[in-house]
């Protein structure tokens, strides 16, 4: 009995250090005056990706940062491309928001194969590749699972209806956010027999796409009365859709969403659009704080979580003015 218990401890031991990053496992950055740090921007087209590029520029001056930022235009080929680039660029940190799950894999491993120490902001890369502490420092950001469940149980608990007929927007294609607040939302709705999702397409995390996809599912699916949307920016697409189809958001439509934009609180407070579980943008302060600690060699946990909140009716107007 002893000998096992002294394993179980051992290999608690074992899990517990690789929970975290530590010096032995990813590369060192060692404490200096002024870094060039390394931002791969996936794309710019919406105000969230904007506004998150924003945060670490804003971050650069106030941590004293030599800023190499890249923009890959949606492209994740090209995401890891620039990655190479800034390698070859000698940066000492790299920032990086995946495109997608798998593509990135081979951005995370060059840098770490170049000494170089990653950290994965506002999404993730595939887990059964790549694992925080090994390959890459920590993921920085919100629980997605978490979010698609919050706002399923917003539906349950407010939704009036006897039947709630859903079409699901998602975004993009084998991103961990789309993953993730799919499986968040749809396993929490299945647990409420009033509800179905009737088709869920994605929509690209963008506006224009989500106002093309629910023009092409209202067609199909004309007796929907609930929209989730993965982003606010395709549930104002959504909007635009239903209201060019003659339908009333927020009357005979219930909008659901995530993000917590400026455009989503106005249409909360317009009462077209019921709830948005926050997803922030402003990386670029935790980006800098985490960065000394690592440098410090305080030992950092391989997910960084980010608390989001959850802007409805009662508190959209309290909120709008901070929002992007
Ligand atoms: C979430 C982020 C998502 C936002 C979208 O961290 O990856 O990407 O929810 C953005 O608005 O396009």
């Not at 032995?24 to 791969?40: E, H, I, M, Q, W």
């Not at 997605?144 to 209806?161: S, Y």
């Amino acid at each position: 009995m002893k000998r096992r218990v002294l394993l179980t401890t051992a290999a608690a031991m074992a899990m517990c250090l690789g929970a975290g990053a530590t010096l032995a496992d990813t590369p060192p950055l060692a404490v200096k005056d002024s870094y060039r740090v390394g931002f791969a921007q996936m794309e710019s087209n919406n105000p969230w990706r904007i506004a998150e590029t924003k945060s670490f520029h804003d971050a650069a001056e106030s941590c004293g940062w030599e800023l190499i930022a890249t923009d890959a235009a949606g492209s994740a080929a090209k995401q890891v491309a620039d990655v190479d680039s800034m390698i070859a660029q000698g940066i000492d940190v790299l920032f990086l928001p995946p495109r997608e799950e798998k593509p990135l894999i081979p951005a995370v491993m060059k840098a770490k194969a170049a000494g170089i120490p990653t950290f994965l902001v506002d999404r993730s890369v595939d887990s059964n590749v790549a694992q925080a502490g090994e390959h890459y420092v920590a993921f920085l950001g919100s629980d997605f699972v978490d979010q698609g469940r919050r706002v399923a149980e917003w539906l349950i608990e407010n939704f009036e209806g006897d039947k709630g007929i859903i079409v699901e927007l998602e975004g993009t294609t084998g991103s961990s956010p789309a993953n993730d607040r799919r499986s968040g939302f749809d396993d929490r709705i299945a647990e409420d027999s009033r509800f179905e999702i009737v088709a869920s397409q994605t929509g690209d995390f963008a506006r224009d796409m989500g106002r093309q996809v629910m023009e092409t599912l209202l067609q199909a699916h004309p007796d929907v009365n609930v929209v989730y949307a993965h982003n606010d920016e395709m549930a104002i697409g959504a909007i635009q859709a239903l209201e060019l189809a003659g339908r009333k958001p927020g009357e005979d439509v219930t909008i659901v969403s995530i993000d917590g934009t400026r455009d989503a609180l106005q249409a909360i407070i317009d009462g077209k659009m019921g709830v948005t579980v926050e997803s922030s943008p402003f990386f670029g302060p935790l980006a800098c704080d985490v960065m000394k600690r690592y440098a410090s060699g305080e030992e950092i946990p391989g997910w960084v979580k980010v608390e989001d909140r959850i802007f409805t009716i009662d508190n959209a107007a309290d909120h709008i003015d901070e929002a992007y």
